[in-house]
């Protein structure tokens, strides 16, 4: 071999083992601070006394930044999401995004004058359980858990637990009635979506 095919077969060598190679794993201590983040966002906003409107907007922009909405979006959808076009999936997602944050956002907003705290995270197969406790006024304290995973390419949240209570299998059980509704008819459900929540 010439020197400089040498060259070429190395860095060609180099450059296929680079991809091959997976991406640092999402640690204990990175899905806790993620989930910090979210939690120290919700509380501000939670407390800020704004109007309603102003606090969904906000709980809009923290799913945008803190949840895996595409695979929310997808899982709650379920079957359908496999025959459903391109565009339909992007306006599904958005519309369900919107919907999702106003109806967790009032979920939230209920929490006004309390907080939520991170209480640890532990490794639970592909991806990290993120325990926070939730303080209200006048209520004994309870749970809030966050799945978090790496596996779109970004630390984020794909499910969610409030008191137990499964995010995405709740929203699989309501999307799915509501299609229902419209035999099946994805754009009108979209349609709903948008003013649902």
């Known amino acids: ?107 939230f907003r209920e929490f006004q004058g309390g907080r939520l705290e991170v209480k640890g995270a532990k490794p639970v197969k592909s991806f990290y359980e993120v325990r926070t406790m939730a303080f209200l006024q006048g209520q004994a304290p309870f749970d809030v858990t966050f799945l978090v995973s790496d596996k779109s390419g970004r630390d984020k949240f794909f499910n969610m637990f409030i008191e137990g209570v499964n995010m995405v299998a709740a929203e699989r059980t309501e999307i799915g009635a509501m299609l229902d509704r419209h035999k099946g008819d994805l754009n009108a459900l979209i349609r709903d979506l948008k003013a649902a929540g």
């Open 1 to 107: 071999m010439s020197p400089k095919f040498d060259r070429r077969f190395v860095l060609a060598a180099l450059g296929a083992a680079a991809v091959a190679r997976p991406a640092a794993a999402l640690s204990t201590g990175e899905a806790e601070s993620l989930v910090d983040a979210l939690v120290r966002e919700i509380n501000t906003v939670i407390n800020s006394g704004k109007a309603e409107k102003s606090m969904y907007r906000d709980f809009e922009q923290i799913m945008a930044r803190y949840a895996d909405l595409q695979i929310i979006a997808r899982s709650a959808l379920g079957p359908p999401a496999r025959s459903a076009s391109a565009s339909q999936m992007a306006s599904f997602t958005k519309a369900f995004s919107g919907y999702i944050s106003r109806k967790y956002g009032k979920r």
